[in-house]
């Protein structure tokens, strides 16, 4: 079932959590044909607009808009040398981090979406293994194919790029500080 922007609309640590397990679902267009790419998120980060590892703490600028907006909008920048996402969270320059996730296979994402994206996240011109084609938030974006210049500050599109319950929640997660920022 498809996030819709209602579920987005909850405080920044608790749609952190809320996201675990959720499928992020991007359509591709490989080898002259649609496929869907997909992964289980399996590590988020909250951001509230007052912390200092967050980026809309530093003001808003027409860069950062996506965070001011409302809950459920795209946020996406540089980060690493790579591409990062975001998704905008209850309350002005509230977010969530998608910090790493694991490739996801079923009927609309069948396996041979591994060679896409592995395809699409070498590893020095090797294949990288599935298990780490998105174990970290620009290695996930390489892996999915998603671009600052597409999608920042945009809505999700049932028809493209989405977030999917597919009905799955941890039984347990560990949740800590940020490391290096101070509180």
Same mark, same amino acid.
């Given at each position: ?33 649609? %496929? ?9 980060? #909250? $951001?509230?607009?007052? =912390?200092?590892? @967050?980026?809309? *703490? ?31 969270? %209850? ?9 790493? #996730? $694991?490739?996801?296979? =079923?009927?609309? @994402?069948?396996? *041979? ?71």
């Amino acid at each position: 079932m498809q996030l819709d922007t209602t579920f987005f609309d909850q405080p920044s640590p608790d749609l952190a959590v809320a996201l675990l397990g959720k499928v992020i679902r991007h359509a591709v267009v490989h080898d002259g044909r649609q %496929r869907w790419l997909a992964a289980r998120i399996i590590e988020t980060e #909250a $951001y509230a607009i007052d =912390d200092l590892g @967050s980026h809309a *703490s530093l003001g808003y600028t027409a860069r950062r808009a996506a965070l001011f907006m409302p809950p459920g909008t795209i946020y996406m920048y540089y980060a690493r040398g790579g591409d990062s996402l975001n998704v905008s969270a %209850r309350g002005k320059g509230n977010a969530v981090l998608i910090k790493s #996730a $694991y490739p996801f296979f =079923d009927a609309q @994402s069948p396996t *041979s979406g591994a060679a896409v994206m592995a395809a699409n996240n070498p590893l020095n011109r090797r294949k990288r293994p599935v298990d780490r084609l998105c174990a970290g938030q620009t290695l996930l974006c390489k892996a999915l194919g998603l671009r600052v210049t597409e999608w920042d500050q945009r809505s999700f599109d049932a028809t493209r790029f989405y977030f999917d319950d597919v009905g799955y929640r941890p039984a347990h997660w560990v949740q800590c500080r940020r490391l290096g920022i101070p509180t």
